[in-house]
Each structure stands twice: as C-alpha cells, then as structure tokens.
C-alpha cells in the first residue's frame, strides 16, 4: 500500500521556517509566522472545496499556505503580505515551489497592505493566521462583505488563532459560524488553538463546509 505523500518544505521546494517580526512601528502588525503543516494537513480533513474556488491568504508571509493550499487543493491562490523582507522570500519561495511542480494552478502574489486590497469577485475562501490587530481585520472583512454585495456568492473565512476576531464575527459581520476545530496538538505554542471556519449564504449558492 503506498504511503500518503509527507507534504513539507523540502516537498514543495521552499523555506518557511522563518518568524518574521515587524518591529515597534507597525504595532497593528504581528510577527510572520507559519501555520504548521500537521495542521494545515489536519484542517484539509474539514474543508471541501471545489475547482472553481480561489483562496486568499492575508498576511501570507513566506508563502506555506499558499503553496501547500495549491498543491494540495489544485487551486488558485492569493496571497497579500506587504513587509519588504517578507516579501523578498515569499517571491523567492513561490519561485522555487513552480520549479519543483511546474503544472500547478497560479500563485498570485500582491505587495500591498491587507485593508488596501481590492478584494476579487471570483475569490470565496479567506485565510487569516493572526496577521494583524482587530482593526485591520475589521477593514479587511468589511471590503470581504462589499465586495460580496456587489458580486453574490458563498464565502469562507478560515480564522486560525482567531481570538481576537471571535466576537466581531459573531456579532457585527455578516458571517455566521458554521465550525469550529479544535485542533489536537501537544505543541506548547499552539495546543490552545482553534480553527473557525464561517460562511456567508449569498445569491443561490450552495454552503460546503
């Protein structure tokens, strides 16, 4: 019987390792750190998708989402990081991952701050590790829920570590809970942490968890 395939840096040809810190002057800002692929892996266990989904990773940092998310899921992907060092990997990484598995969909990267992105009528998952303080993250989903008014259609925001965000989802966005995951880990620094995923019921289209 052959083995599942072990999905990791060294698999997809990049290097995420790094915890990127924005320093003092961006305190709305929180360091670049990646999910870590177990539970990456264990989120894929409750998430259905279809080829016609595109996610965006916000606060993308080197690009593991990203690049496990495309190849994992064969979709499109965004992602939005606006820190200059960050950046410089992230395109490096993104670089090497398409050498390594050429015939994947595209990674589209966009070097601008999350609450100056232009949101895009085809995309419908959303992926948010901590990236950034709660204001932003209101910006950010109020230009999701615009950009839903104008263009109909289901949407999911993936909130990992979502601490921060739980009460203002629940109580003044549009999104309504639909899961959540407590995500089994004896790893000290992430043992605590849960994934919500929330949907939106927009025009005729059918809700997949």
């Not at 910006?139 to 999911?156: A, C, D, M, Y």
Request: with cysteine; hydrophobic share 35%.
């Amino acid at each position: 019987m052959d083995q599942p395939l072990e999905i990791d840096d060294q698999f997809l040809n990049i290097q995420t390792q790094s915890i990127i810190y924005w320093g003092s002057e961006q305190p709305q800002h929180y360091e670049s750190e990646p999910t870590s692929y177990s539970i990456l892996q264990y989120l894929l266990d409750y998430l259905t998708v279809s080829s016609q989904d595109v996610l965006v990773d916000f606060g993308c940092g080197t690009g593991r989402v990203l690049c496990f998310m495309n190849y994992q899921l064969n979709l499109v992907v965004r992602g939005v990081e606006s820190h200059p060092t960050t950046l410089k990997l992230l395109k490096q990484n993104t670089s090497d991952y398409f050498k390594a598995h050429p015939n994947q969909p595209p990674i589209e990267l966009y070097p601008v701050s999350a609450q100056d992105y232009s949101v895009q009528a085809d995309e419908t998952l959303y992926y948010f590790f901590n990236p950034f303080a709660l204001p932003i993250f209101k910006q950010v989903v109020r230009n999701i829920e615009k950009s839903i008014e104008q263009f109909p259609r289901t949407v999911r925001l993936i909130c990992y570590y979502p601490y921060h965000f739980k009460k203002f989802l629940e109580t003044e966005s549009i999104f309504e809970p639909v899961q959540e995951i407590t995500v089994p880990t004896g790893d000290w620094t992430d043992y605590f942490i849960i994934c919500l995923l929330y949907t939106s019921d927009a025009a005729d289209d059918s809700l997949r968890v």
